[in-house]
């Protein structure tokens, strides 16, 4: 059997796969990337967030993506019966990036890759991770399984474990949890989106209210093709007849805001779905491992955290398993799951409030305070980790209260009038 022996072992070449292994490998240590499948493949979770701009940059993928000349993103729309609320990341309160891109996943993803190759990292596609050993002085044997059959064992030092819904490490040790989330089921295609400039500005995400529950997402790309989605209870869909596409499309008839421009629209793929997406572990790390993006956890969709707490997960993991690498000790525990776990519950307090409707309270108000619009801004821009913002350091309580207030205002108003 085919032996490789490297520091450190990165499993996926999705995003959290890719940002790691550059930054380790950049830090003068051996690392290689397996990856499952081969690239370009498809991936939902189009939509960036500015604050994942600072994990690409740390990459050095910036100007290759750059070149690309994906459609740049500058804030996040919300629509409901008529009423608009535009987020522009330009206001948002937390210094910093303040724009980044809405992508095709196939191709951004295989441009962060193919940036790793160049670097001299090896990235062995169509490579499947079938079983890991490790031992006590958390060196680890890796057996993994190319499409002939044949296999080779990967000794490293460290594994980052960055497989995505793969969920590698957490499902070969039986680390899997149950999301305290309830299931979601999602619809969506790519779109031929002709009529595009009728309703939508493509330099943001549009997120449309269909009804209390179910919601749009409407992300255009750089190419005239623009990503269609439609995420609700695995309920809400039953009560569609008919197969995936005439669903989508009789979804499509429903929604006032989207029914003219996509109507009869041409599909560059039949509409997928994907569901009861949001799964985690207790903890992120363990004897010569660290996991990274979605393997940690996966909430929901609403606010497109996914890649930016994959790539901000997997910049911090990799500073730490350099140290490590260096002798340094590490405490996992406070310097890697704490500041993760930060940000995963600061979006999920945001997508309670999503689904409770607390959020359309705050963002469909007639009077907005634009100060606190800036602090909501910079979470929607994915700064969650800046505990300056009152909407992040409270996040739970600070939303309840300034929705309660907004109701106050509204009926002392009606009273008055
Ligand atoms: C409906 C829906 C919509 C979403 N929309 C957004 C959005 O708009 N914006 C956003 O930021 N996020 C979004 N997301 C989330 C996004 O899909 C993920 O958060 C993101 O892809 C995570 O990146 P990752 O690198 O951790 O994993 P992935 O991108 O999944 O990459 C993991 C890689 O590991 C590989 N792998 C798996 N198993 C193995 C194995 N055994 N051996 C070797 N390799 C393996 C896989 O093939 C894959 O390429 C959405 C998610 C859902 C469900």
Redesign the pocket.
């Known amino acids: 059997m085919k032996q490789i022996s490297v520091d450190v072992l990165v499993?996926?070449?999705?995003?959290?796969?890719t940002v790691a292994a550059s930054i380790i490998n950049k830090a003068g240590f051996s690392v290689a990337v397996?990856?499952?499948?081969k690239f370009p493949?498809f991936?939902?979770?189009?939509?960036?967030?500015p604050k994942?701009m600072e994990a690409l940059d740390e990459a050095g993928f910036l100007d290759a993506v750059k070149s690309k000349g994906f459609q740049q993103k500058f804030g996040a729309k919300f629509v409901k019966n008529g009423k608009i609320c535009d987020y522009f990341f330009a206001d948002q309160y937390t210094p910093g990036w303040n724009w980044t891109w809405q992508v095709p996943?196939a191709e951004f993803?295989k441009t962060l890759a193919d940036e790793c190759e160049k670097m001299g990292i090896p990235v062995s596609y169509e490579?499947?991770?079938?079983g890991i050993r490790f031992f006590d002085d958390e060196s680890s044997v890796t057996t993994?399984q190319y499409t002939d059959g044949s296999t080779a064992e990967i000794t490293a030092r460290f594994i980052v474990d960055?497989?995505?819904?793969?969920r590698?490490i957490p499902r070969l040790f039986n680390l899997d949890r149950p999301s305290t989330l309830p299931p979601r089921k999602?619809l969506?295609a790519h779109t031929v989106d002709k009529k595009r400039s009728m309703s939508d500005e493509p330099n943001r995400?549009t997120i449309v209210t269909h009804k209390p529950g179910v919601w749009v997402?409407v992300?255009p790309f750089s190419t005239g093709i623009t990503s269609l989605?439609f995420?609700g209870t695995p309920d809400f869909f039953k009560t569609f007849d008919g197969n995936d596409e005439q669903v989508y499309r009789a979804l499509i008839e429903s929604e006032p805001y989207l029914a003219e421009r996509f109507r009869d629209v041409e599909l560059v793929f039949s509409p997928r779905v994907?569901e009861s997406?949001s799964s985690t572990t207790d903890k992120f790390y363990g004897n010569g491992f660290v996991l990274?993006?979605?393997?940690t956890e996966?909430l929901d969709?609403i606010f497109?955290?996914?890649?930016?707490?994959?790539t901000i997960s997997?910049q911090n993991a990799a500073h730490l398993v350099i140290k490590k690498l260096k002798g340094e000790n590490v405490n996992w525990e406070k310097e890697y799951m704490e500041p993760v776990m930060q940000g995963v519950n600061t979006f999920r307090s945001y997508v309670t409030s999503w689904y409770d409707g607390t959020l359309d309270t705050i963002f469909f108000a007639e009077k907005q305070v634009p100060e606190i619009k800036n602090m909501i801004c910079s979470v929607l821009a994915g700064y969650v980790w800046d505990t300056t913002n009152p909407y992040v350091k409270n996040h739970i309580q600070a939303l309840q209260v300034l929705a309660r207030k907004i109701e106050y205002r509204d009926m002392m108003e009606k009273k008055t009038s």
Request: overall charge neutral; proline content about 4%.
């Open positions: 499993i996926g070449a999705g995003p959290s796969g397996v990856e499952k499948m493949r991936v939902i979770g189009e939509s960036l967030l994942c996943r993803d490579t499947t991770v079938t993994v960055g497989s995505g819904y793969g590698v999602a969506f995400i997402w992300i989605g995420v994907l997406w990274t993006g979605n393997v996966f969709p497109s955290s996914g890649v930016t707490l994959a997997s």
